[in-house]
Each structure stands twice: as C-alpha cells, then as structure tokens.
C-alpha cells in the first residue's frame, strides 16, 4: 500500500524537479508583458493531476478584520485594476497573492497531494481555526518593482510583552513575506538567514504594514530586504534582511 504511494511521490519530486513544470511556490498566472519574473524560470501548462480544485484562500476579509485593515486591503485591491483613457479596466501593476493553509496548494491539483503527504500538516500562519484569534494578512506583489506589500492584523494569542506583539510572531511574518517574494522570483525557495531589527513594539490588535523588496540575486540566493511600518509609514516597527537559497524541489520529498 505504501510504496505504490511513495513511487508516485517520487514520480511527482522528479517531475517538479524539472524546470519546464510549474513550481510548487509560484501560481500558473500569465504576465502581460516580459520581466524578470518570466525570465528566471519558465512556467508550465502541464498538469500532473487529470483533475484540479481551488483551494480555500485564506486572505480574503472576515469579520474580525478591523476598519483600518480593511481600508489598507481596500487600497491595495485596487492598484490591482486600473481604468483606462477609454474607460476599460485592465490589469494594473499589483497582484493579491492567495494564501493557502499549506504551500502544496500553491501546485496543480495540490488539495490532493495535501491529502497524500503528511494530511494533517498546515501552515503555522493559517494553522488557527478562529478568525482573528493569530496572523490575519494579506499580501500583494508588484512583478515590475520586485517588491511584495503585505498588511497585517496581530490577534490576541500572538502576545509577547504585555499588549503588544511576540516578537517570534513578528519574525514569523518577516519570513512568509520575505518569502513569498524570493518564491515568486526563483522558485522553491527555503530561508537560510534572517536577520531582524526591533525598533518599537507592535500593539496587539493593531494593523501594519509589511514592505519587503528585492536588494539583489547572486546565482540560487535571494537577498531581500524589510520594513514593518504603521499603515501611514511614520513608524517604523521593525527592520530585517533575509537571504533564501533556490533548492531542487525533490529535496522537500527526500528524494535527492
């Protein structure tokens, strides 16, 4: 029973391994014009799956979401259509990036293979059932810019100094926007340095802004800098830079 299950898991490391067939981080989204995100590895219109399903996204409003994370979300949504001379909408130069409860459901047909590989595992961000008990966020990507802008809500069991934010959870947010920007520009990306500043603590409950841009690429790294901020930016909460190393997917699946 298990090995027919664990030959097809290597079968599907060994297809993601290649670089013709769309990574696990990076959505099948088709860009209007050249960048460098088309540039540093192509994506793929094969499936591995015959069938597929739209996972839940998990950065959408709910009703814990505060006016001003609101607002802020509101914002940014609408950089992503702009109106035009001839009153049409297109495309403007922000995405919403989806947010999943486990990165496999970033890949095609990744709800089943969440259900093969390690079925009760999820995102440490998306891990908490209830609305605004943990991490409430969302992220938009700007592909022209290499910048990744992500407002987030801290809720009530993120706590470190009294009323204000853990500084672990802090970091964990550094990683995952840092992150998805390193992923959206080279692939399956794993973390292999972080370094973070603290500048003023973070309320709990209050709503921030999470700036992250690329400083540059040196073959498979990834540097990446990051500010968090107040919403109006004329505080700055923390400071960090992040390197991430490109990896062979086939790594995550112990097959290389």
Not at 11 to 19: D, E, K, Q, Y
Not at 41 to 63: C, I
Not at 194 to 221: Q, T
Request: with cysteine; aromatic share 8%; hydrophobic share 40%.
């Amino acid at each position: 029973m298990m090995r027919p299950v664990a030959n097809r898991l290597a079968g599907i490391a060994r297809a993601f391994s290649n670089p013709t067939v769309a990574v696990i981080l990076r959505p099948q989204t088709q860009w209007s014009s050249p960048s460098a995100f088309q540039n540093t590895r192509p994506l793929s219109k094969v499936s591995l799956w015959p069938f597929s399903a739209q996972p839940r996204d998990f950065s959408q409003p709910n009703a814990s979401w505060s006016p001003e994370m609101r607002k802020v979300y509101d914002q940014y949504s609408a950089l992503c259509e702009v109106e035009t001379e001839g009153g049409e909408t297109k495309r403007g130069p922000w995405r919403k990036v989806p947010s999943y409860n486990r990165t496999l459901k970033y890949a095609k047909g990744g709800v089943y293979l969440s259900k093969m590989v390690q079925s009760k595992a999820r995102l440490f961000t998306r891990s908490i059932k209830e609305h605004g008990a943990a991490f409430e966020y969302a992220a938009f990507l700007n592909k022209q810019e290499k910048r990744c802008v992500c407002v987030f809500q801290s809720g009530h069991l993120l706590e470190g100094p009294p009323g204000h934010v853990h500084g672990g959870a802090i970091a964990t947010m550094i990683d995952s926007v840092t992150g998805t920007l390193a992923g959206y520009l080279s692939g399956v990306i794993m973390t292999a340095n972080l370094s973070i500043n603290y500048r003023s603590p973070i309320p709990l409950g209050s709503v921030v802004l999470i700036h992250s841009a690329l400083e540059r690429m040196e073959g498979r790294k990834i540097f990446i800098t990051c500010r968090v901020t107040s919403t109006d930016e004329s505080l700055l909460h923390t400071e960090a830079t992040a390197l991430f190393v490109s990896i062979n997917v086939g790594h995550l699946f112990g097959t290389m």
